[in-house]
């Protein structure tokens, strides 16, 4: 018989016509071991050609997608490998069961299968392998026990609760590989403890509370693997001594008490899980018999005392010598924990502290006078102890300055519990000077990061309302409530935000489980009376209670080696050194042994040891004292301690020479505060004088020290004849942009951070981060405060960071020719910026966007660009693996042109003719986008002579009608990053004042904005419709008030939202809001109405109670509104206009986004008109009313709906409503130049075609096909509505 060659598949997947089927075939000789063919993709065939390909070919690898064709044995007799996708219910299995040679069958996933006849598998004597996961079965086809070649079944995830037949597995005494996870099964059939040559057997995921027959695992004595995660097991069978092979046991997720004796037997047990076992509080010493043991996983247990996590956490020989050390003796229960004392300063933190170590129970007021004989401001940190019922507790006091935020890194800890202390007439005076929200942000939020972000596990953080008596009562829990309130706002923001990068990201597990919010009641307390001592005690209290968890018997060994080495002079030791010291007195210690008892150290804050880190791994900091004077000599909060240094001069000697004169140190000193460069010298003289590393080596450890967290960088070499070091944050001048006049091409990428603000701190450490990757002598360096730029090998790179809208912008600039080692350029240095952040930061939410080069070169305002970029790192989880590259000659489109794909998209390396290519393309760009002077001229025209300005880079064109989480997140996020700019257009400007075209803007402030949100709804009866919650509301109500305060209007309410009203009170807020008096003075007016509804223009309020918009509307007429009378109006009415949802001839179903109106009381047919009765009973005022026979009161209204009358709104639980995404998005693109109707036509259309591409993407029935509308515009004289933002008028310079 001759040879036949394998047929090479098809990867394009075509759509299944009539008499077609969907296959894919092996494309290449495939391996016994590799599953991965089953992953493959279908292309569409006729059976005709089926045949024929299987004349001429031998197929035995075989996928088959939706309708099976008929004959399979006879299409393909050398079948044996078998996998069934998507099959329909109609489809014929009759020809399975007659594929004799069959080895392998993979049906997972299809839910037709729901019921297998009996005699489905009496012919496939030959099968190997059967995968039934996931399949909806409620029983196993009896023909399954005639398999008995079998070796591997998966039948996971299937509703097998009635249970098996015990007989189910007797005969299949071949089996190797059983896995029954998810199968709410209660029991095992007995028929699986019986086979005896199993070697692994999962059944996680199933109740087996009532645990395991205690012979039960004994027959089974080839099993290498067992799996009983979250299978509600006490304890284990007796019988589990017998499996003396196994290597692998999952015990994880279970109700374990402690680690039961049974387990110790296990001989050849190499890996141990054991994690997320709630109850579980000790393992035990017969662990040190397991000798074979080389993993061990009890990650997540809380209440484990024995060994601390802290061991556990450095492995099983770790714990291994804790039992070891105890069994020679037990000490003290001592905490294995620090607590943070963080606030802004004068907030009163070394205050309490002092009152709390004062034994005499009275307050202690540190000294801040600049007159006072000792300043008592804490200098970098302080390391405090306060003992509570004979336990001390070590409270690190951190400088609440700015300037020492950046040595909060040097004490970051696993354990630790956060205080956050606020000074109220601080939150006073910061909410008057700028928000609310931005006062807490300040005064709390920014100091929680330093903690949460590096370390999201934390427990629940104690807070301290200090200076109470500087206020009255009333006025200070009228200020404490604000701040709680806004404080669970902003919490709330970021736990939406978290569960829209779910997965990706690590979660702040208090802020997403904490039920009473950010704060809970019982870790609040004010300070500030003197007689009021009591609170003081409760504040002790608390801290022990929280501490408790981490009080842990201590061996008594670990005892004598912690006094040893905190009675060690110097300010530092090495490992070897503190080892034979150690050994010296104690006898025999082990490196190992002593590493473990460094780790309790570090964590109680006794020493600094940097076990991670490997220029510092092997230094112990046991003079922690010394430490923050090192810190000190470059961080420091007075502003002329470089004057007094001056003044103070003197020189030291070493081996008979001056190292450093007076005039050298002045220039040095004039020199660094100029530029943030400290010449090697002047650092040294600093560090021996100033502080004890006083030695050569001692003074190189202290380098390291600070190079290590990114302090400084360096050597450089600058104008002197000796290094430099750069301290960036010391930098006194700016990059103010990047120079985009050069003739070079350049990439650009941006990456925002999102959650919780990352330290200012962190910023600079990107600097030293970009500097890092630049080590060759070669490279020309320049650093400023906000960034640094390079130059080398013919490619300059610059990044420039933004923390105050907490981003960095990452540009690369060369020669076209060179665009793919830009891009290699561009994507290293984005990647490890963003690797160092994640690694200390991992809670910390970076969004990528690179930027089009085309659009960059002609100097678009608003280039095209791609969100998350498939080669950006977006967590350490997710690393970029298989980046597609482009090749030169490849094309893509740019606003109708086309373009080299490498201008948007990374290439690989190119060939001579792809990069004179692209060369001459970027050339060809030159020459007709700058002028003379080398600027970059304005391709795109302005609005009224192109209709098309600032239309690239629009929503929809950026992943936006995709609807991925990876997609929709960051823009949700980025609207933060969004700025509004003013027109160039010389005929809109000229409009600014031409009242007879457009209506009057007031200036600086434009108008008022009112927004009123129903979020949750009620019964009559209190109780909550927790259904009927629109989730995702909150984000529409940020993006839409930081819209219209970016324009130039005053949100009302801002500090007291209009959320979850009543009818009574949202007629009432607007009736007051209309008698406003600023409003005589301001341009408009607008109301956004965000809520359930129905037809007729119905919306509900708090408790589903229907409220005509129109009885809104008369409220806002111009005899009731007279103050806005002649001045335009406009109204966002954000709710549903029925129950349809469009979606042409593809889905009927309605949305499940939009989550349906409660409908408590009865609904009117149709909206109310002008003098008929209202749908709540009321009257409703005509249209006839005249102000001063001039104004009508419909006129100057402007009313959009999110959907046509009977249709639903689209709405997200974690990105908000379409609607007002693309409201936001437009308005920000478009508002400088568009009027408001010509906004809301591009509003409607970019609904229109999101709702389309979604359903065209998804198929998914939530796509509500909703389309905005204007429902009234009575705008009078033939005018049109413009915001002009950011524009002042023509008498202001341009």
Not at 52 to 62: C, G, K, L, M, N
Request: charged share 25%; proline share 4%.
């Amino acid at each position: 018989m001759s040879q036949r060659k394998l047929v090479t598949g098809h990867p394009a997947q075509l759509s299944a016509t009539r008499g077609r089927y969907k296959v894919w075939f092996n494309r290449h000789i495939i391996h016994g071991a590799d599953r991965s063919w089953v992953r493959n993709i279908t292309s569409a065939y006729t059976v005709g050609e089926l045949s024929d390909i299987s004349r001429r070919h031998a197929v035995t690898h075989v996928i088959l997608e939706g309708e099976l064709p008929p004959n399979l044995n006879t299409l393909f007799p050398q079948l044996t490998h078998l996998r069934l996708k998507s099959l329909c219910r109609n489809a014929n299995f009759n020809s399975i069961s007659s594929l004799r040679k069959l080895v392998v069958l993979n049906i997972s996933g299809n839910r037709v299968f729901t019921h297998l006849f009996s005699n489905m598998f009496t012919s496939l004597l030959s099968l190997r392998e059967l995968h039934m996961e996931g399949c909806e079965l409620t029983t196993l086809p009896n023909s399954v026990t005639l398999l008995k070649n079998l070796q591997v079944l998966n039948v996971s995830e299937n509703n097998l609760s009635k249970g098996l037949p015990d007989y189910m597995f007797t005969s299949l005494q071949s089996l190797r590989e059983l896995t029954m996870r998810d199968c709410n099964l209660t029991t095992l059939p007995n028929s699986i403890f019986h086979l005896k040559n199993i070697e692994f057997l999962n059944v996680t995921g199933n109740n087996l509370s009532e645990g395991l027959r205690d012979d039960a695992l004994a027959p089974l004595v080839s099993l290498r693997e067992l799996h009983l995660r979250n299978c509600s097991l006490a304890t284990l069978p007796n019988s589990i001594q017998s499996l003396q092979k196994l290597r692998n046991l999952d015990l994880s997720e279970n109700n374990f008490t402690s680690l039961p004796s049974c387990v110790f037997t296990l001989k050849s047990l190499q890996k141990l899980d054991i994690s997320r076992n709630n109850y579980l509080t000790s393992l035990d010493s017969g662990i040190i018999h397991m000798t074979e043991l080389l993993t061990l996983n009890v990650q997540e247990n809380k209440n484990l005392n024995s060994p601390p996590q802290e061991v556990c956490r450095r492995g099983i020989n770790a714990v291994r010598q804790y039992y070891q050390d105890m069994a020679k003796g037990s000490g003290k229960n001592l905490p294995f924990v620090t607590i943070a004392v963080l606030g802004n300063t004068m907030a009163g933190k070394t205050s309490l502290i002092k009152t709390l170590q004062n034994p005499d129970r009275k307050r202690i007021l540190t000294n801040r006078s600049p007159e006072a004989a000792k300043n008592e401001i804490t200098k970098v940190f302080n390391i405090e102890e306060v003992e509570v019922d004979g336990i001390a507790l070590r409270l690190i006091d951190m400088g609440g300055q700015e300037v020492y935020h950046i040595t909060y890194q040097l004490t970051l800890r696993q354990n630790c519990i956060p205080v956050i202390v606020v000074n109220m007439q601080q939150y006073e005076q910061t909410s008057a000077e700028s928000t609310r929200d931005e006062a807490v942000r300040k005064l709390a939020f920014d100091y929680m990061s330093h903690l949460y972000l590096a370390n999201p596990v934390l427990g629940a953080p104690k807070l301290i309302f200090t200076h109470k008596d500087k206020f009255e009562n009333v006025r200070f829990q009228k200020l404490k409530k604000c701040f709680l309130e806004v404080s669970n706002k902003l919490c709330k923001k970021i736990v939406e935000e978290e569960k829209a990068l779910e997965g990706d990201f690590a979660q702040i597990q208090h802020f997403s489980k904490s039920p009473e919010g950010v704060f809970p009641r019982v870790n609040i307390y004010e300070v500030g009376i003197d007689d009021e001592y009591d609170i003081f005690d409760l504040i002790k209290k608390s801290l022990l209670e929280s501490s408790h968890h981490f009080i842990k018997p201590l061996p008594l060994v670990w005892e004598e080696v912690n006094q040893r080495v905190m009675s060690m002079q110097s300010a530092y030791s090495t490992i070897d050194e503190t080892l034979d010291a150690l050994q010296a007195e104690l006898g025999q210690i082990e490196q190992n042994q002593l590493k473990t008892i460094l780790t309790y150290m570090h964590d109680c804050g006794k020493v600094l040891w940097y076990e991670n880190i490997g220029s510092l791994e092997q230094y112990i900091f046991h003079k922690i004292k010394e430490v923050t004077k090192l810190l000190c000599v470059f961080y420091h909060h007075e502003q002329d301690i470089w004057q007094k240094r001056i003044e103070k001069f003197q020189p030291y000697y070493s081996e008979d020479e001056i190292c450093i004169e007076k005039q050298d140190f002045e220039e040095f000193v004039n020199y660094f505060c100029e530029t943030g460069l400290m010449v090697q010298s002047l650092l040294l003289y600093l560090i021996k004088t100033e502080t004890s590393f006083s030695s050569p080596t001692d003074m190189r450890i202290a380098v390291c020290l600070l190079k290590t967290f990114r302090l400084l960088y360096g050597p450089l070499y600058e104008e002197f004849k000796e290094p430099c070091f750069i301290i960036p944050p010391f930098a006194n001048k700016y990059f103010n942009s990047f120079d985009s006049s050069q003739k070079n091409m350049y990439l650009k990428v941006e990456t925002h951070f999102n959650g919780l603000a990352l330290p200012q701190y962190v910023y600079h450490q990107m600097t030293v981060g970009l500097l890092e990757l630049f080590p060759d002598d070669f490279a020309v360096l320049h650093v400023k405060r906000n960034g640094a730029n390079v130059y080398q090998d013919g490619i300059y790179t610059q990044l420039m960071h933004d923390y105050k809208h907490r981003k960095i912008l990452l540009y690369v600039s060369s020669d076209a020719a060179n665009i793919s080692k830009m891009w290699e350029k561009i994507i290293a240095t984005a990647n490890n910026i963003l690797k160092n952040v994640l690694e200390t930061w991992p809670a910390s939410r970076p969004v990528t966007t690179s930027f089009c080069a085309h659009c960059l070169l002609l100097g678009h305002t608003c280039p095209k660009k791609v969100l998350r970029p498939q080669w950006c790192l977006r967590s350490l989880k997710h690393q970029p693996k298989n980046v597609q590259l482009c090749s030169g000659f490849s094309t893509t489109l740019c606003n109708d042109e086309e373009i080299p794909s490498a201008l948007i998209y990374p290439c690989g390396p190119l060939s001579r003719d792809e990069a004179h290519s692209i060369k001459e393309h970027v050339n060809q760009l030159k020459q007709n986008s700058f002028n003379d002077n080398g600027k970059p001229q304005q391709v795109l025209k302005t609005l009224m002579e192109d209709d098309n300005m600032s239309e690239c880079s629009d929503v929809e064109e950026e992943g936006y009608a995709d609807f991925t989480k990876d997609d929709l997140e960051p823009f949700i996020s980025m609207v933060d990053g969004m700025k509004l700019r003013p027109t160039n257009n010389e005929r809109v400007r000229q409009l600014f004042d031409d009242h007879r075209q457009v209506y009057a803007m007031s200036d600086p402030v434009r108008g008022r904005v009112m927004i009123i949100n129903i979020e949750r709804f009620f019964r009559d009866d209190g109780s909550e419709l927790t259904k009927a919650t629109r989730h995702g509301s909150y984000i529409d109500y940020y993006n839409i008030s930081k819209l219209f305060k970016d324009m130039g209007f005053i949100v009302a309410n801002e500090d007291d939202p209009l959320f979850d009203l009543s009818k009574q009170e949202i007629l009432s807020e607007v009736r007051k809001e209309t008698t406003h008096r600023d409003h005589k003075d301001l341009g408009m007016f607008i109301l956004v109405i965000m809520s359930h509804g129905t037809s007729g223009n119905i919306f509900y309020d708090r408790y589903c109670k229907p409220v005509n918009l129109s009885e809104v509307k008369d409220l806002l007429s111009a005899s009731k509104f007279s103050t806005m009378a002649g001045k335009p109006k406009l109204i966002i009415f954000h709710a549903c206009s029925g129950s349809r949802a469009d979606f042409g001839n593809a889905v009927q179903s309605q949305s499940p986004d939009t989550v349906s109106p409660p409908t408590p009381t009865p609904l009117p047919s149709s909206s109310a008109t002008a003098g008929s009765e209202s749908s709540a009973g009321q009257h409703v005022s005509p249209n006839i009313h005249f102000d001063r026979f001039t104004h009508l009161d419909a006129d100057d209204f402007y009313i959009v709906k999110p959907s046509t009358e009977t249709y639903k709104a689209g709405r997200n639980e974690n990105y908000g409503t379409w609607f007002i995404r693309i409201l936001v998005a437009t308005f920000y693109r478009h508002s400088c130049h568009r009027d408001v109707s010509e906004l809301f036509r591009i509003i409607q259309d970019r609904v229109r075609r999101v709702s389309i591409a979604y359903c065209k993407k998804t198929g998914d029935e939530a796509a509500g096909g909703n389309v905005p509308n204007c429902q009234e515009c009575t705008f009078t004289h033939l005018r049109k509505l413009f915001f002009f933002p950011k524009f002042h008028g023509r008498q202001l310079p341009q």
